[in-house]
């Protein structure tokens, strides 16, 4: 092999490099691949014998990853899947440690600062978040996007990954943003199987980053099964870069670069990732690297044996063409080193990984047995004075005799004896409930925090800003209102960009960018394909980069198509960090009162039930819109805002300050004071509620009319809840479906504010109904809540409490 096909990560120039110095360098790589080998196999061993609960690994993909990792550069980015645990070692950006930490889900950033035991194993991220909330210096680190466990779910924070680097070189103004971009120079790495190739997510990405020309390297992992699942069935002509021909870049068009090699030569694979990422970084050139002849020694996972769906031959094939071994020949042909040379490195690697397999373990066995010795001790000593002595020694015992016992085994036997001694209250079991509520504390750290970032950039701690108003303040169309804030936030923080469908040259379907773009350039108002999911990745990537992105998703019905990135990716990435990432995204979009199957609005239940972990906004005008804006681009976390789509036209007054007044998350609104009954409602609907105000005057009905104003924070200071200690009664009014959005608010108002206990009569909801609304007026009377619905309704619980004043209607 000629020398100068090994790139030598920086440290020597290929001219400079001696024999010695190049075997050297594959040496070491051969031990980083040899390691990461022994770690898949010890691990699986792991699960097997019950310490870990699910194993799956990067064996048989070592020799690919150690090329990939010798063109990865500081600045550089990856967004991959489970299998690449050695180019996480190669780089540096994980290690032994780390990888045994998340294989026990040890709950600590310090052992797993992945993902703080939260994620299955070989789930990677790097921390770019200071406990402080403070981004770290991107540009000076390697940096790895967190993983998820749905394959090809990732593709879409690929894109936008690299698209930031497209920014950053073409942008000058960014210039000032150096600790997120080396000018644009970087590459996004995203690796992906050969079966995930099929999702649609992976097909879009690919088709955008065509179109965007960005530097987003893309390499398949080709080992021709995706579970048991061949590529027969996978893949048309069972060869993805062969079917992905007609993306290869021509002279005069845009596209890509495609290669192929096999996944067990390492000379062919160094020259390749070399060939391919100089041209990635230097041309902004999307690149596909399929690497096959791939292979599986341990199966696919520790769920099942991949002898019940390979064939005896295909095992043969594999086992000749494990990398490793491939490697280790060339290796011994090469003269790099000897037979025994190797045994002895071979050797040494296996007692080393071990080593600290065993290390890790007992650290955390450590940690829980100092835990469990001490719930143990308080509970004997609560024995002791107890009637209830043998079944609490009884729970000792259960608890001493656990196999590997965890947390939950501590703190279950705790609560078992509180139980035990209910009826018996003590001193000692006092203490008992005092340890518990200590280890509470601990534990909620350790498994339910950052949902949110929730530090100091929080949006919620956001300064407040009143709205101010000229005297003479013109009324204008309420989307002017929010194109005015849009425009002053432009003007004060360049890092902001808006991106979607017609978002660039038309200024959005509504027209709240219209001139923006004129004003401040196609590459800060940008239009897109028609690709929903990557719009959202695409502002996920740029978030996590420093940017500020409002991604414009073009009316509320079309997120579906996007739910998959915002729900798995997006809101999950705080939490699966344990706040070591962040990705302050705005969704912006718009719905309510639409009429038509696919054009109907309003699925705030699926929406708060699929994305806990962004801010649900339902600005019931673009005033409230505005200030919400204003708050979210100067806080730190990810939001959806549903502007009303009937409301673009109506007329408001432009605020004075209208680029810096908030409208703070989580503050409801009482918008009619009222004694008989509290109405909570929220965005189109609203107006319809303030309408039936009159009407239910005339009728001697007095509403108090609430507007939450965001569903996710809901109402943190109990307006709604300490509204119904006078009112008594409770109407809500929801667009959605039944039992969806209302249902959502029944609990957060009747259970977590305590509602219940205010209410005379029944609760209720007034809903659509069950199907989507048809097209054409008629069709949303009869489907969504409507003036004489609402009226009806708030005067059928006056009519329940009091049926002689207020007789039925009908
Ligand atoms: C969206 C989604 N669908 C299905 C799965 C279940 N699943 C996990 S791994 C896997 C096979 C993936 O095969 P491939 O992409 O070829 O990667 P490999 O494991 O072979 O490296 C499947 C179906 C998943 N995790 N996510
Ligand atoms: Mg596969």
Known sequence: MPESAINTTGQLTTAELSFDDFKKIV???????????????????????????????????????????KVFKKGDWRAGYYRDQTFMFATGMSNLHEFFAQLYAYPDIEKDPASAGRQMNCHYATRFVDADGNWTNQAESMNCSADISTTGGHMPRLLGLAYASKLYRQNKQLE????????????????????????????????AAGVLQVPMAIS??????????????QTTKEDISEILKGFQRAPGTNGYEIFKVKGWDYVALCETYERAIAVCRAEHVPVLIHVIEMTQPQGHSTSGSHERYKSKERLAWEDEHDCLLQMRKWMIASAVATEAEMDEMEATAKKYVREIQRQVWNELSEEIAYELNEASRLIEQLARESQFQDELLEVVTELK????????????AIRKALRITVKQPTSQR????????????????????????????SPLRVPNVSVRYYEDSKYIDGREVLNACFDANFERDKSIVAFGEDVGAIGDVNQGFAGLQAKYGDLRLTDTGIREATIIGQGMGLAMRGLRPIAEIQYLDYLLYSINVLSDDLASLSYRTRGGQKAPLIVRTR??????????????????????GLHICVPRDMTQAAGMYNVLLRGDEPALVIECLNGYRLKERLPANVGEYTVPLGKAEILNQGTDITVISYGSTLRIVLEAVKELEKLGISIEVIDPQTLYPFDIDNVCGNSLKKTSKLLIVD?????????????????DQKGYYSLDVQPKTLTAKAHRPPYGSDGGYFSKPSLDDIIEAVYSLMNETDPHKYPAIF
């Not at 750290?445 to 530090?455: A, H, M, P, Q, V």
């Not at 009162?593 to 705030?604: A, F, N, T, V």
């Not at 667009?735 to 259970?751: H, K, N, T, W």
């Open 401 to 412: 005799e656990c196999i590997d016992p965890g947390r939950k085994d501590v703190v279950a």
């Open 220 to 233: 398949v992992w080709d080992d021709a099964y995706a579970i048991s699942v061949p590529a027969r069935l």
């Open 176 to 207: 000032y943003l150096n600790n997120f971009s080396v000018k644009g120079n970087e590459v996004a790495f995203g690796t992906i199987g050969n079966g995930s190739t099929s999702e649609g997510l992976f097909f879009e990405t690919l088709n």
């Open 735 to 751: 667009e959605d479906l039944p039992g969806a959005a209302s249902a959502y608010i029944l609990q957060r108002v009747l259970e």
């Open 591 to 612: 719905g309510h009162r639409l009429e038509g199957i696919w054009h109907s609005g309003s699925p705030l239940g699926l929406i708060l039930n699929s994305m806990r």
């Open 430 to 457: 006092d203490v008992l409930i005092g340890w518990l509520a200590s280890e509470n504390v601990k534990n909620e750290i350790r498994f339910n925090s950052k949902l949110f970032g929730d530090t100091q950039y």
């Open 27 to 69: 040496i070491n790589d051969y031990r980083i691949g040899y390691e990461s080998r022994q770690a898949s196999l010890i691990g699986r061993r792991e699960v097997l014998t019950g310490k870990a609960k699910f194993g799956i690994f990067g064996d048989g993909k070592e020799v690919a990853q150690l090329a990939m990792a």
